[in-house]
């Protein structure tokens, strides 16, 4: 049963990395191929979303 657990942990703490590292290579390359003012635009939206998030959040 202890192999099991750790077998888990191994696998979503795998999973939770390869998922920030997408975004993080994700977010390098839209700052590469948008102008400086289009990826302002972006992170603008971003913060208005995790803004919502938050709110949608705490309704659940």
Not at 7 to 17: D, I, P, Q, T, Y
Not at 30 to 39: I, S
Request: proline share 2%; net charge neutral; no cysteine.
């Amino acid at each position: 049963m202890n192999s099991a657990i750790i077998r888990n942990l191994v696998a979503l703490s795998a999973g939770e990395l390869a998922a920030k590292g997408l975004g993080f290579v994700a977010a390098l390359y839209l700052a590469r191929m948008l102008a400086p003012e289009d990826f302002g635009i972006l992170g603008f939206v971003w913060a208005v979303y995790a803004y919502f998030a938050l709110l949608a959040s705490a309704g659940l």
